[in-house]
């Protein structure tokens, strides 16, 4: 069982910089992706970034090219997500996952079993 905790949203204007963290607990060692997920009113949830746990290579949805990074501390067992330069629609409800994945689908949402409560990002223009 993995435990996944967000926190960090917030409100803010456009442009400026939040900084997302997910505190995991519970067996660390079994999942070797962990992703951020966001999901805005009315639409579906999509993929932002994953990394893996184990070498640490890392992917970007395309909203998040550029922008966003994505970093894990393993020594805290805790996983970012930095966002800079936000736009209104960047407006979500941002959602910490954890899974054991093969080589594709590492965006998609039905591939990651455990999820976190979410945590809100606010983006006023």
């Known amino acids: 069982q993995v435990r996944l905790a967000e926190s960090g949203g917030g409100a803010v204007q456009a442009g400026g910089s939040l900084r997302l963290s997910c505190v995991v607990s519970?067996?660390?060692?079994?999942?070797?992706?962990l992703a951020w997920f966001r999901q805005a009113p009315g639409k579906e949830r999509e993929g932002v970034a994953v990394?893996?746990?184990?070498?640490?290579?890392?992917w970007y949805g395309p909203p998040a090219q550029g922008r966003f990074n994505i970093a894990l501390d393993t020594a805290r067992n805790t996983l970012y997500l930095q966002m800079n330069n936000l736009k209104p629609e960047d407006t979500a409800i941002y959602y910490c996952?954890?899974?054991?994945?093969?080589?594709?689908?590492?965006?998609?949402?039905?591939?990651?079993?455990?999820w976190g409560q979410g945590t809100q990002v606010t983006v006023s223009s």
């Open positions: 519970g067996s660390t060692s079994s999942p070797n992706a």
């Open positions: 990394i893996r746990t184990y070498g640490g290579g890392t």
């Open positions: 996952a954890a899974g054991l994945l093969g080589d594709s689908g590492l965006l998609l949402s039905d591939q990651y079993n455990y």
